[in-house]
């Protein structure tokens, strides 16, 4: 009975960081597809310049991972929760009074972005620390769903306020939403550390997990496809002559995340860390083959089109969300506990890179055609898979801690 207790995964902790992640990921996803439109409409600028306004958030974000790790590591993780909580959701504030000056507005999105990098890496390093070892893969995958259920309702939401209200009701909703998952994350009572006093020394692996770098290029490596996926598949849709429900590429795609987290965290629990991330790449490989082959089946026919555009997008949903709760656990099982923050920022640090590095790789090859873009994309999961069973997985097992 005290072993069963013990191991409960779904406690009142647990569950309360569940729910912020959500409130936090969907007042994100909801200002997604609508910015565009909002910068559009207030400011009057270029399409170009809307995406540098965007990228800005994203270069915030990417910034502050190392640092944030370390702060996470160096301070108690729920106080460092709760501060980069309480920025995040007061920066939507800014929305509503920085109307008139785009320089302003990029100041905003910049600070908002580092507030955001600091919450995500904290958070996912805190929700760690509220779950039993024994079940952390399943907790994981959990966990990760509340990031998919927001992604795949937060930018239909979006969309629904503006076309029935206004951007000012858009901005609210992100502020109450935000401000609900504030108050959850505050009711976490989150286990205490002992802070270890060291001497500070200025050196790399105090803001990078040396041990998890091999891993970090292979993460990296597959977020470049995802990249692509994310940012121009609407667009090579609409290029190879789909354009009715073009949008609901990316809900299947959130359903094949969703409904692999149901199994893949369980088989971590069980030892299979790089056997799940290997599975995972393998299906998200086949999801990629279909969006290469995308072109050539549309020009056969057009119902074999859609067919193969919903079946590509939950292969490469469920080819993802397979591993990353593997991916998580693997990076987490190479830090001690006290470098758990770290572990995590190294791994987000080489999504984040990848996402980007494939938007700007996928926009200059899709000059030439978007269907080359994924054809890339393909060869770029092939390269991460190769590399991951070499050079990876062996160094893993052998620096493993757990």
């Known amino acids: 009975m005290a072993t069963e207790t013990k191991d409960r995964l779904w406690t009142r902790n647990y569950v309360f960081v569940c729910i912020s992640a959500f409130m936090m990921s969907f007042s994100f996803f909801i200002l997604v597809p609508t910015l565009p439109l909002y910068l559009k409409d207030t400011f009057g600028i270029s399409q170009a310049l809307v995406g540098v306004v965007l990228s800005c958030y994203v270069v915030a974000v990417l910034s502050v991972r190392p640092l944030a790790g370390f702060v996470a590591d160096t301070l108690p993780r729920k106080s460092v929760y709760i501060a980069a909580y309480a920025v995040f959701v007061a920066s939507f504030l800014g929305y509503f009074f920085i109307t008139q000056t785009l320089a302003l507005f990029i100041l905003l999105r910049i600070f908002h972005g580092f507030s955001f990098g600091m919450l995500t890496t904290a958070g996912n390093?805190?929700?760690?620390?509220?779950?039993?070892?024994?079940?952390?893969?399943?907790?994981?995958?959990?966990?990760?769903?509340?990031?998919?259920?927001?992604m795949a309702f937060g930018p239909m939401a979006g969309l629904f306020v503006i076309s029935s209200g206004s951007y000012t009701l858009l901005f609210l909703t992100s502020l109450i939403t935000g401000t609900a998952g504030l108050i959850l994350a505050a009711l976490v009572r989150a286990p205490r550390k002992m802070l270890e006093k060291t001497e500070f020394k200025l050196s790399a692996d105090r803001f990078f997990l040396k041990e998890g770098l091999r891993a970090c290029f292979a993460f990296f490596l597959l977020a470049m496809p995802y990249g692509m996926t994310t940012s121009y598949m609407a667009l090579y849709a609409r290029e190879v002559g789909i354009t009715h429900n073009a949008g609901l590429f990316f809900t299947v795609m959130a359903a094949g995340l969703i409904s692999s987290r149901l199994h893949s965290?369980?088989?971590?629990?069980?030892?299979?860390?790089?056997?799940?991330?290997?599975?995972?790449?393998?299906?998200?490989?086949?999801?990629?083959?279909?969006?290469?082959?995308?072109?050539?089946?549309a020009s056969w026919s057009i119902a074999a089109a859609y067919a193969t555009y919903f079946?590509?997008?939950?292969?490469?949903?469920?080819?993802?969300?397979?591993?990353f709760p593997a991916y998580n656990t693997l990076f987490i099982n190479l830090a001690p506990n006290s470098r758990r923050a770290?572990?995590?920022?190294?791994?987000?640090?080489?999504?984040?890179?990848?996402i980007g590095g494939g938007m700007l790789v996928g926009g200059a090859i899709s000059e030439s055609g978007y269907v080359h873009c994924y054809i890339l994309g393909a060869a770029f999961v092939v390269v991460a898979l190769l590399f991951f069973v070499r050079f990876v997985t062996p160094h893993f097992h052998a620096h493993r801690l757990r």
């Not at 469920?318 to 591993?323: A, D, E, F, L």
């Open 125 to 150: 390093t805190l929700v760690i620390d509220v779950m039993p070892s024994s079940r952390r893969g399943e907790g994981l995958g959990y966990y990760g769903v509340t990031n998919n259920l927001a």
């Open 265 to 297: 965290g369980k088989r971590v629990d069980k030892g299979f860390v790089t056997e799940t991330i290997r599975t995972g790449i393998c299906i998200a490989f086949l999801g990629a083959c279909g969006e290469a082959l995308l072109s050539t089946v």
């Open 342 to 354: 770290t572990a995590n920022a190294t791994y987000l640090t080489g999504w984040d890179v990848g």
């Open 311 to 323: 079946l590509t997008a939950f292969l490469f949903g469920y080819g993802y969300g397979t591993m």
